[in-house]
C-alpha cells in the first residue's frame, strides 16, 4: 500500500512513523524495540530515536526487562504511557447528559451520567449543565497532571460537519442550535480541539474499536433509531454529516406517525415506543418516561423469560421488521457485522432469530453476504466512549500534535 | 493530513511524491518544472528529478515553451505523455459484450460492442467470445508500442472481491463462474493484472472521475438495476464486494416477481420492465427485447414528447417510486450527488420531477440533505470506462509499477 494524496518531505516521514510505532504499540502490546523494528521493517536506529521521541512527549514509557527472549541481552520493554493524555467524550439525549474521560490506554478516567429532561429543559439551559459536566471531566484530567487531546460532543440528530450546528434533533424538539460555538462560549473559548457529532456515528466508532471489522453496521435503538458505518475502515460522514439516518427510511406501513412528523418510517415499527405499543397497555408502568429505561426493559426481560405471549409476540414482530430494513443496509452496504445497540442489544436474545430469519431471505447475496449479527456490550455509554476515542485517534495518528511534556 | 497506516522508508516517500506530482499534472494540466515546485510545497531540484524519472517511464513529456510567463527565463512545461500507457476495461452484460482501452490521458485507442444474448449463450462460449474482445483491445494497445497497465472486467452481478468469481448474476442467468480464472486461461495466463468488478461499481467510478463529488450514488437502470456508492472519494465495497445492490430493497408492494425470485424488490417498480408493462401493451414493439435498448428507449421519448398520457403517467410512477427508494440511500448515505444512469439517464427529463419531490418529502434532512440529482452522459459505456481508468489509477497511485521504457 502507498502512502498518497499529499507531497511529503521528511517531516512528514518522520510524523507517519511515529505513528506506525505508537499504533503498533497500542495495537500489540508492550515490545522492545528490537522486536518493533523487525515487526514494522524500521531500522533499529530509527525505533530507538522514535521511541525516545514518544517516551519525551509522554506517549510511551519504560517498562520492564523482556523475559520473553531465552537467549541474548535482554530488550527493555516500551509500553503505552496512559497517564499523559486524554481524550473527552459528552453526550446529550433525549433523557440524560453524559461524560467520560478516557487514558491513551483506553481506560476510564472520569465517568458521570445524569438524568435530564433536556426537551422540557431547552436548549439554553440544557448547554448551562452540559458545560459544567464537560469542565468536571477537564478539571479530572488536569488534576492527575494529564494533556487534554480534544473533547468530542454528541447529540442525537443531524450535525452539519463543518460548522458543529445542530441542523435538527426530531426526539429533542431542536432546530439550528450552534452548539459548538454555545458549546465554545461556555467554555471559556477553549484551546483543545471542540467537534460536535452525531451520537449514532460516535457508539459506532466505539463498536469499530471494540470489534475491528472494517465493515459494519450498528443500529442504536432507543424511542430514535440511529445508524451507523464504518465501511473500509472509515466512518461514513456523507456530504455534510448527515449520513446514517436509518431510523427513516420509508419502509413501515403507514400508520403510526413519526417523531419526524411522517409515517412510513422504519422507526415507527422498530423503536422502543413501538415494542411498547405492541407489548403493553396504556397504563402498563414499564411505558413510564420517568422511570430508568435500563430499568424499564428490565422488565420486558422478566416477561419475556417467564414466557409472556403477548411480549413474546411483539419482541418477534420487531425482530422480523428490523431484519426488513437490515437487508436493506445490508443490500446496499455489505457489512461483515450488523451490531446491536440500544435496547436492540438488551432484547437481542429474543430480536435475533426473527431478525435473521428476514435478513437472510430478503439479502441478493448468499447466506445474507457473510453478514453476522452480534450485540454490542457497550450499552448506553457507546456514545461518550467513541467521543473520547475520536479525540485519542487524534493523537495516534499525528503525535506530533501535543507538546513535549 | 498526514500519510499513515504504514512504515515508511524514502522509497515510500519517493514514490509517494512521482504520484503527486503524475496527478498533479493530469489534474491540472501543462506546466513548468518551477510552477509544480511552488504548488506542490516540494523544493525545485526534487521536481526535477521526480519528473525526470517519469518522463523515462514514458508518463510525462516535454511540452511547450511556458508563454504564460512574462519576466524571466521561460520554462518548458510538462504534460502528461498519453501515448506510453492503457487501461482496458471490457464488460459482459444482458444483451452485448463491449471493450474499451483508454490512454492516460483518457483519450479512447479502441473501442468495440458486439450485440450477443448472453443468456441463451450460457458461460462457456460468452467467455470465448468476451476473450476475442479482449484480446483485439490489448493488440490494438501493442500496435502502438504502448504498456498494458491492466485489464478489468465488469460483470452484472455479485463479484466475489478477493477470488473474482461471479457468485450470482440473476439477469444472465449465471451462477457460480469463475469468471478471473476462466478469462486467464483463455488469455493465455497473462502477466498484466486483471481483475473481475461489479458493473455497477466501475460505472460508478466513471461517473466519479467525470464529476469530482466525493460522496456520489449511481443508480444505473436496465432490466436490473444495479448501484454504486462513492464515499469520501473511496467506492464502498463491502465486506466481500456485494455492496450496491439497490435493486433488491424491499420497498415495493408485492405483485410483480423479481428476476432474483423475491416479491417487493425496488428493481420491480423501476427497472425496465416495470416501465414498458405500465407504459405499452404487450405486442407493443418497443417491448421487443430483440431491437437495441437506446431505440427502444427513443420509442419511449418520442411518445412522452407527444404528450402521450399512459407514457407520461408511467414516467411518473416510475419517477415517484426512484424518490421512494432514493430517499432510503440519501438518509444512509447523504451524497452530494445521485446520478441517473442507464435508461433513467435517458428519460430524466420525465423522471425527475416526481423523483425530486418523492426525495425531498422523505429525507430528513432538510432539502434532501443537499444532494442534487444529475444525468450521467456517459450512457451504457460507462461501466467499460470505469473499467479502464481502475487500471490507470493505479498507475496514478504508484508510477513505478510498470518497467522504464
Given at each position: 500500500?502507498?502512502?498518497?494524496?499529499?507531497?511529503?518531505?521528511?517531516?512528514?516521514?518522520?510524523?507517519n512513523n511515529l505513528s506506525v510505532?505508537?499504533?503498533?504499540?497500542?495495537?500489540?502490546?508492550?515490545?522492545?524495540?528490537?522486536?518493533?523494528?523487525?515487526?514494522?521493517?524500521?531500522?533499529?536506529?530509527?525505533?530507538?530515536?522514535?521511541?525516545?521521541?514518544?517516551?519525551?512527549?509522554?506517549?510511551?514509557?519504560?517498562?520492564?526487562?523482556?523475559?520473553?527472549?531465552?537467549?541474548?541481552?535482554?530488550?527493555?520493554?516500551?509500553?503505552?504511557?496512559?497517564?499523559?493524555?486524554?481524550?473527552?467524550?459528552?453526550?446529550?439525549?433525549?433523557?440524560?447528559?453524559?461524560?467520560?474521560?478516557?487514558?491513551?490506554?483506553?481506560?476510564?478516567?472520569?465517568?458521570?451520567?445524569?438524568?435530564?429532561?433536556?426537551?422540557?429543559?431547552?436548549?439554553?439551559?440544557?448547554?448551562?449543565?452540559?458545560?459544567?459536566?464537560?469542565?468536571?471531566?477537564?478539571?479530572?484530567?488536569?488534576?492527575?497532571?494529564?494533556?487534554?487531546?480534544?473533547?468530542?460532543?454528541?447529540?442525537?440528530?443531524?450535525?452539519?460537519?463543518?460548522?458543529?450546528?445542530?441542523?435538527?434533533?426530531?426526539?429533542?424538539?431542536?432546530?439550528?442550535?450552534?452548539?459548538?460555538?454555545?458549546?465554545?462560549?461556555?467554555?471559556?473559548?477553549?484551546?483543545?480541539?471542540?467537534?460536535?457529532?452525531?451520537?449514532?456515528?460516535?457508539?459506532?466508532?466505539?463498536?469499530y474499536a471494540e470489534l475491528r471489522?472494517?465493515?459494519?453496521?450498528?443500529?442504536?435503538?432507543?424511542?430514535?433509531?440511529?445508524?451507523?458505518?464504518?465501511?473500509?475502515?472509515?466512518?461514513?460522514?456523507?456530504?455534510?454529516?448527515?449520513?446514517?439516518?436509518?431510523?427513516?427510511?420509508?419502509?413501515?406501513?403507514?400508520?403510526?406517525?413519526?417523531?419526524?412528523?411522517?409515517?412510513?418510517?422504519?422507526?415507527?415499527?422498530?423503536?422502543?415506543?413501538?415494542?411498547?405499543?405492541?407489548?403493553?397497555?396504556?397504563?402498563?408502568?414499564?411505558?413510564?418516561?420517568?422511570?430508568?429505561?435500563?430499568?424499564?426493559?428490565?422488565?420486558?426481560?422478566?416477561?419475556?423469560?417467564?414466557?409472556?405471549?403477548?411480549?413474546?409476540?411483539?419482541?418477534?414482530?420487531?425482530?422480523?421488521?428490523?431484519?426488513?430494513?437490515?437487508?436493506?443496509?445490508?443490500?446496499?452496504?455489505?457489512?461483515?457485522?450488523?451490531?446491536?445497540?440500544?435496547?436492540?442489544?438488551?432484547?437481542?436474545?429474543?430480536?435475533?432469530?426473527?431478525?435473521?430469519?428476514?435478513?437472510?431471505?430478503?439479502?441478493?447475496?448468499?447466506?445474507?453476504?457473510?453478514?453476522?449479527?452480534?450485540?454490542?456490550?457497550?450499552?448506553?455509554?457507546?456514545?461518550?466512549?467513541?467521543?473520547?476515542?475520536?479525540?485519542?485517534?487524534?493523537?495516534?495518528?499525528?503525535?506530533?500534535?501535543?507538546?513535549?511534556?
Amino acid at each position: 500500500m502507498a502512502i498518497r494524496g499529499v507531497a511529503a518531505d521528511h517531516v512528514t516521514l518522520r510524523r507517519n512513523n511515529l505513528s506506525v510505532v505508537l499504533r503498533h504499540v497500542h495495537d500489540l502490546g508492550p515490545r522492545s524495540r528490537a522486536r518493533i523494528a523487525e515487526e514494522t521493517g524500521l531500522n533499529k536506529a530509527t525505533v530507538s530515536s522514535l521511541v525516545a521521541e514518544l517516551v519525551d512527549r509522554g506517549l510511551l514509557r519504560e517498562g520492564s526487562a523482556d523475559s520473553s527472549r531465552a537467549l541474548g541481552r535482554p530488550g527493555q520493554l516500551v509500553e503505552l504511557d496512559g497517564t499523559g493524555v486524554c481524550g473527552v467524550g459528552a453526550e446529550i439525549n433525549v433523557d440524560y447528559l453524559a461524560v467520560v474521560a478516557l487514558d491513551l490506554t483506553g481506560n476510564v478516567v472520569f465517568e458521570k451520567r445524569v438524568p435530564v429532561d433536556v426537551a422540557h429543559l431547552g436548549p439554553d439551559t440544557t448547554l448551562d449543565r452540559f458545560a459544567e459536566l464537560v469542565q468536571e471531566a477537564v478539571a479530572a484530567v488536569h488534576a492527575r497532571q494529564g494533556q487534554l487531546a480534544g473533547v468530542t460532543l454528541a447529540v442525537p440528530g443531524l450535525v452539519e460537519g463543518e460548522t458543529g450546528e445542530l441542523k435538527l434533533a426530531p426526539n429533542l424538539g431542536w432546530t439550528e442550535v450552534s452548539v459548538a460555538k454555545e458549546m465554545r462560549a461556555r467554555l471559556g473559548e477553549p484551546t483543545y480541539p471542540l467537534h460536535v457529532e452525531n451520537e449514532a456515528n460516535l457508539a459506532t466508532l466505539a463498536a469499530y474499536a471494540e470489534l475491528r471489522e472494517h465493515d459494519l453496521v450498528l443500529l442504536t435503538g432507543a424511542v430514535g433509531v440511529g445508524g451507523g458505518v464504518v465501511s473500509g475502515g472509515q466512518l461514513l460522514r456523507g456530504a455534510h454529516g448527515y449520513s446514517g439516518e436509518v431510523g427513516h427510511m420509508p419502509v413501515a406501513p403507514p400508520g403510526q406517525t413519526c417523531g419526524c412528523g411522517r409515517t412510513g418510517c422504519w422507526e415507527t415499527v422498530v423503536g422502543l415506543t413501538a415494542l411498547l405499543r405492541k407489548a403493553t397497555d396504556r397504563d402498563d408502568p414499564v411505558r413510564d418516561p420517568s422511570l430508568d429505561v435500563e430499568q424499564r426493559l428490565a422488565g420486558i426481560v422478566q416477561r419475556a423469560e417467564a414466557g409472556d405471549v403477548r411480549t413474546l409476540d411483539a419482541l418477534k414482530d420487531v425482530g422480523t421488521w428490523l431484519g426488513i430494513g437490515g437487508a436493506i443496509l445490508v443490500n446496499i452496504l455489505n457489512p461483515a457485522v450488523l451490531v446491536l445497540g440500544g435496547y436492540f442489544a438488551v432484547l437481542g436474545p429474543w430480536l435475533e432469530e426473527p431478525l435473521e430469519k428476514a435478513l437472510r431471505g430478503r439479502v441478493l447475496a448468499p447466506e445474507g453476504g457473510g453478514c453476522r449479527v452480534v450485540r454490542s456490550d457497550l450499552g448506553f455509554g457507546a456514545a461518550v466512549r467513541g467521543g473520547a476515542q475520536i479525540c485519542l485517534d487524534q493523537v495516534f495518528a499525528d503525535p506530533t500534535q501535543l507538546g513535549e511534556s
